[in-house]
């Protein structure tokens, strides 16, 4: 809590920043690579294939654990290196040839700016909710036409469905318009609701998990639909749905919109 005098801090209590302003200060000691043209891209691989490793190496051990299998999707299928490498390949290709320079432009034109004070907690939690229920709806709109239209879904989602069984690394391997789709998406709401740099890190962390977590192929106990009531959220089993039957279940993350429009199909009930 350094740098704050005793009355900085009872304005801190009184909105509610305390609770994160410790974290946020830890934060900005690392100044110079938060505001680094390299800090997106390295922080968005890193995290992404760091929620990627812990399913790759259950995958691996796989064959050797038979345990685990109860947890899995489809019991019998473990991706092979053959099917690992290449969209873990695609993932660092256009991370570094087209992530890369857009992220560049963007931070030429508009530096990340680093207040001083965290955001009170209730707004970072509030604004990463709305930042995933607008997520969620702009993917279904996208995600529905790239199914609908023959075309479009040819020429750029058709990738992304190569893989019917789904695992970790599969989850960004698509063209990169429909990367860049999801990334302009993402980008578009922080900017609409001026989110606190902390918040959208915290966005960030979330929708990359969640994204992984759809694509992960296990359903465990702890798996985030099993948090959330009245199944509104979807979950792994949900989307794994999609990928094997391609007409149901558009939205990411929550049943409304497929609820909505009749395209909602419920995920068998799970074994644990
Ligand atoms: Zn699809
Ligand atoms: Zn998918």
């Given at each position: 809590?350094?740098?704050?005098?005793?009355?900085?801090?009872?304005?801190?209590?009184?909105?509610?920043?305390?609770?994160?302003?410790?974290?946020?200060?830890?934060?900005?000691?690392?100044?110079?690579?938060?505001?680094?043209?390299?800090?997106?891209?390295?922080?968005?691989?890193?995290?992404?294939?760091?929620?990627?490793?812990?399913?790759?190496?259950?995958?691996?051990?796989?064959?050797?654990?038979?345990?685990?299998?109860?947890?899995?999707?489809?019991?019998?299928?473990?991706?092979?290196?053959?099917?690992?490498?290449?969209?873990?390949?695609?993932?660092?290709?256009?991370?570094?040839?087209?992530?890369?320079?857009?992220?560049?432009?963007?931070?030429?034109?508009?530096p990340v700016l680093l207040h001083r004070e965290a955001p009170e907690l209730?707004?970072?939690?509030?604004?990463?909710?709305?930042?995933?229920?607008?997520?969620?709806?702009?993917?279904?709109?996208?995600?529905?036409?790239?199914?609908?239209?023959?075309?479009?879904?040819?020429?750029?989602?058709?990738?992304?469905?190569?893989?019917?069984?789904?695992?970790?690394?599969?989850?960004?391997?698509?063209?990169?318009?429909?990367?860049?789709?999801?990334?302009?998406?993402?980008?578009?709401?922080?900017?609409?609701?001026?989110?606190?740099?902390?918040?959208?890190?915290?966005?960030?962390?979330?929708?990359?998990?969640?994204?992984?977590?759809?694509?992960?192929?296990?359903?465990?106990?702890?798996?985030?639909?099993?948090?959330?009531?009245?199944?509104?959220?979807?979950?792994?089993?949900?989307?794994?749905?999609?990928?094997?039957?391609?007409?149901?279940?558009?939205?990411?993350?929550?049943?409304?919109?497929?609820?909505?429009?009749?395209?909602?199909?419920?995920?068998?009930?799970?074994?644990?």
């Amino acid at each position: 809590m350094s740098g704050h005098n005793s009355s900085e801090l009872q304005v801190l209590c009184s909105s509610g920043q305390l609770f994160l302003q410790p974290l946020w200060d830890r934060l900005r000691t690392w100044e110079v690579l938060l505001q680094s043209p390299f800090f997106p891209v390295i922080f968005s691989i890193t995290t992404y294939v760091g929620f990627c490793l812990p399913f790759v190496v259950l995958d691996i051990l796989g064959p050797w654990v038979p345990a685990l299998r109860r947890y899995k999707i489809h019991p019998n299928f473990s991706p092979s290196a053959r099917q690992l490498l290449p969209c873990l390949g695609q993932t660092l290709y256009q991370h570094a040839v087209f992530v890369f320079p857009v992220t560049l432009l963007y931070w030429a034109r508009s530096p990340v700016l680093l207040h001083r004070e965290a955001p009170e907690l209730l707004q970072l939690v509030s604004h990463v909710v709305l930042c995933l229920l607008l997520f969620d709806a702009e993917v279904f709109v996208w995600h529905v036409l790239h199914h609908k239209v023959p075309w479009l879904y040819r020429t750029f989602h058709k990738m992304h469905h190569q893989n019917s069984s789904t695992f970790a690394l599969a989850t960004q391997y698509m063209s990169v318009w429909e990367l860049f789709s999801l990334g302009f998406f993402d980008m578009l709401n922080i900017t609409l609701l001026g989110c606190h740099p902390l918040t959208v890190l915290t966005f960030h962390v979330v929708n990359i998990w969640l994204s992984v977590e759809d694509h992960s192929g296990y359903d465990f106990p702890w798996s985030t639909h099993r948090w959330v009531p009245f199944g509104w959220y979807g979950g792994v089993a949900h989307h794994d749905l999609h990928h094997s039957q391609f007409n149901c279940n558009f939205a990411p993350y929550f049943t409304h919109w497929d609820k909505i429009l009749g395209t909602l199909k419920p995920a068998p009930l799970p074994a644990c």
